[in-house]
């Protein structure tokens, strides 16, 4: 299979398509209750399929899958304007930031990496998923 050769200037069919991303989880009434409720973002449900409706108009598109496995890797980052303020706020709803002692990677006690970059927190939705909220100022 060859690469397609574009001339110069062309623009690739994908250019304008508002592309969003998904990821799977084992139960959808338990991602629905996480991300609407606890989460508190605006979720809609159609056809066994949930759309988280971001802030800036951004859309994920929540699956079921049977053999679902968590990803291993942050799936979504909110930004906030305070991680302190916030993860203060989300543990209240019952959320539990992970807490990491490697070698590059040491959260403190409530979960937050304050080690360079951003100050960051991260934590699981029901199905395992890896979430992270980060400031941003």
Do not use: C
């Amino acid at each position: 299979m060859s690469t397609p050769v574009f001339e110069a200037g062309s623009k690739a069919m994908l250019e304008k398509s508002k592309a969003f991303s998904s990821s799977s989880v084992n139960d959808i009434p338990k991602a629905k209750e996480f991300y609407s409720r606890t989460l508190g973002l605006d979720v809609s449900e159609s056809n066994d399929l949930l759309s988280l409706h971001l802030a800036g108009g951004t859309t994920v598109l929540i699956y079921a899958k049977p053999n679902h496995s968590p990803a291993s890797f942050t799936i979504l980052n909110f930004p906030v304007d305070s991680v302190d303020k916030t993860v203060d706020d989300l543990t209240k709803r019952g959320v539990r930031f992970e807490i990491y002692n490697e070698p590059n990677l040491k959260t403190d006690e409530r979960g937050v990496f304050r080690g360079g970059g951003p100050v960051i927190a991260w934590f699981k939705d029901p199905a395992g998923n890896i979430l992270s909220i980060l400031e941003q100022k």
